[in-house]
């Protein structure tokens, strides 16, 4: 390609992005400055109406499960579709734009948030842009690190099942001005879900609740309860404390095979105990720290104490 061609050939690029910069240009000085477009207004043709949200959730990854503090932290991107009737254009009119992306402080937006959230901040999404089609859709998909309160019982540690859930629902505006339902009513987005070494992920379907409460009991208030189903891994603790533990219960039961006189019954039996008393140590930094129940591993760890 000779110079000529070249310099056609980047003028032509050059001519074509300030051609599509004009007419998103346009766009913008239209919705804002000709419309006047009001961020604060709830985006429906007639007020008495209830604006329709659509709202998933994709789970990239379990990052902690805190029995101690009960919570569970994961990291989660959750998307939100809805109609502003306030905008849209005609994308012929604008040289084909059809979409934009605008920040999500100068637009409406619903106010969903986590209801049992343990965060200290709350809200543990980060405001990305909103991605505004011409028919006046509106795509939201911010990304966030959530921490969430979750009920955990230990009782059959470390053959256990958790449920942990995720409670969405607007703060402030009732079932009569949004309507909530999933993008996927069986549940979260799972594909691309990084697997976690301590925790086996078995489900995470949603349910969606009509809540009525005490301050104004005529309007109902939805919510979307995502649960989380996870499994522990215990081939860990089969390894280092469940078969230990059977090993030195059958050679502490050695002890009462051998003959009275033999020399070595009272060694065996000091070895045993030592290797009891070390195998509880450990057994105590891996048990989960919390008084709710007694684990079930815990329980056979204390039928063996020999050192109280």
């Known amino acids: 390609m000779d110079s000529a061609a070249l310099n056609l050939f980047l003028t032509l690029i050059f001519l074509s992005g300030v051609y599509a910069g004009i007419n998103e240009r346009a766009i913008l000085n239209d919705i804002f400055y000709n419309r006047g477009y009001n961020s604060m207004e709830r985006p429906v043709a007639d007020e008495k109406n209830a604006l329709n949200v659509s709202f998933g959730v994709t789970l990239q990854q379990i990052i902690q499960v805190e029995e101690k503090s009960q919570c569970i932290i994961t990291n989660i991107w959750v998307n939100m579709l809805w109609h502003d009737s306030n905008l849209g254009w005609n994308a012929t009119k604008y040289g084909g734009v059809s979409e934009v992306r605008l920040p999500a402080n100068k637009i409406w937006k619903p106010d969903i948030l986590m209801y049992n959230s343990a965060d200290e901040s709350f809200d543990g999404t980060y405001h990305t842009n909103i991605v505004v089609y011409s028919d006046g859709t509106c795509f939201w998909l911010p990304p966030g690190m959530f921490k969430s309160t979750c009920n955990i019982d230990i009782t059959w540690f470390p053959f256990d099942d958790q449920f942990c859930q995720l409670k969405f629902g607007s703060w402030t505006y009732d079932g009569l ?13 799972l594909q691309s879900f990084i697997k976690n070494g301590e925790w086996d992920l078995i489900g995470m379907p949603v349910k969606k609740n009509t809540v009525f409460y005490d301050c104004c009991p005529d309007n109902p208030y939805y919510d979307l309860t995502y649960t989380i189903h996870i499994r522990r891994r215990h081939l860990y603790y089969i390894c280092n404390l469940v078969v230990p533990s ?16 033999a020399g070595e019954k009272i060694g065996l039996g000091i070895t045993i105990m030592l290797s009891l008393c070390m195998l509880l140590m450990i057994a105590s930094d891996s048990l989960p720290k919390s008084s709710d129940a007694i684990p079930l591993l815990g329980k056979d760890q204390n039928s063996l104490k020999p050192c109280d």
Do not use: E, Y
């Open 246 to 261: 059977i090993i030195l219960s059958g050679l502490a039961l050695l002890v009462f095979i051998l003959p009275p006189d």
């Open 177 to 189: 001005n949004i309507n909530m339902w999933p993008t996927n009513g069986k549940g979260g987005d």
